[in-house]
């Protein structure tokens, strides 16, 4: 049976990309991988760190795809290894939902977005679901340490 998630509220919010599971990367804390991941788009650039201190993920994701920022030209070819890197970080950063990513065994897991076709599985269910794939790669990689 798939696991599905998409608000923080619910059983397996911790997924979200908007969970408020901060962590440490590239030298600076990220509050949440969704502040690290919109930020990752303009890197050399003052607006990550704008990105990095805005209050909310919300904000953060609404600051990331302002199309007046100057998106980084390799963005496309990059995001999937960036958000890889966001999320087995701060899976290993806390142990709580460490385990309730590993407790899931070998189910699926479905970013139940009803607007994404990339990351989620879109409101059809037709979508990539790359957020799922990532966790599901990021399960895996915890499981092969213990």
Known sequence: MAIYFYSTREEYGC?????????????????TSEHYFQAQKFV?????????????????????????????????DVKDDIMRQAVLRKFETH???RE?????GDEPIV????????WGCGADGSGKNMLGQVLMETREILRDRT
Do not use: C
């Open 15 to 31: 997924f979200s990309n908007f969970s408020a599971h901060g962590f440490e990367l590239d030298g600076v804390y990220w509050p």
């Open 95 to 97: 142990a709580d939902i």
């Open 100 to 104: 309730v990513l590993v407790s899931t």
């Open 111 to 118: 970013e139940n977005s009803p607007i994404d076709y990339y």
């Open 44 to 76: 050399g650039t003052p607006h990550v760190e704008q990105i990095r201190q805005v209050k909310t993920p919300k904000d953060a994701a609404t600051m990331g795809r302002d199309r007046t920022r100057p998106l980084r030209p390799d963005w496309n």
